[in-house]
């Protein structure tokens, strides 16, 4: 059974720092893209980062400017995003989800075939 679970969401001041993780099971993490996506309310989800196998290829969402960094840790069948300077529209749930599709990442969360439940992240000023 395939389980992502998300941690490490939080409330963080503007300009401060998050890292996120997604931990998975189910023998599914080596052979997946991996995925962030992040949805704020009233608004439909977005795609934040995503990374390939080997986590060479690693394309952000155009609001990211440098500020976050994925990773992955196919030892630990973990994925992170550290997330810098953080801005209060960063507010949202964080989503992770896993590609099992064969090629390299993608950005529709509709090609996705397993997610997590979220965790919140909320940025004051």
């Known amino acids: 059974q395939v389980q992502l679970v998300e941690s490490g969401g939080g409330l963080a001041q503007a300009g401060s720092s998050l890292t996120l993780s997604c931990a998975a099971s189910?023998?599914?993490?080596?052979?997946?893209?991996m995925g962030w996506f992040r949805q704020a309310p009233g608004k439909e989800r977005e795609f934040v980062a995503a990374?390939?196998?080997?986590?060479?290829?690693?394309p952000y969402g155009g609001f990211v400017k440098g500020r976050f960094i994925i990773s992955r840790d196919n030892a630990k069948n973990t994925m992170y995003l550290q997330m810098n300077s953080l801005r209060t529209e960063d507010t949202a749930v964080y989503y992770c989800?896993?590609?099992?599709?064969?090629?390299?990442?993608?950005?529709?969360?509709?090609?996705?075939?397993?997610w997590g439940q979220g965790t919140q992240v909320t940025v004051s000023s």
């Open positions: 189910g023998g599914i993490f080596s052979s997946a893209v």
């Open positions: 989800a896993a590609d099992l599709e064969p090629g390299p990442p993608r950005t529709e969360s509709r090609e996705y075939d397993y």
């Open positions: 990374i390939s196998r080997s986590g060479v290829n690693t």
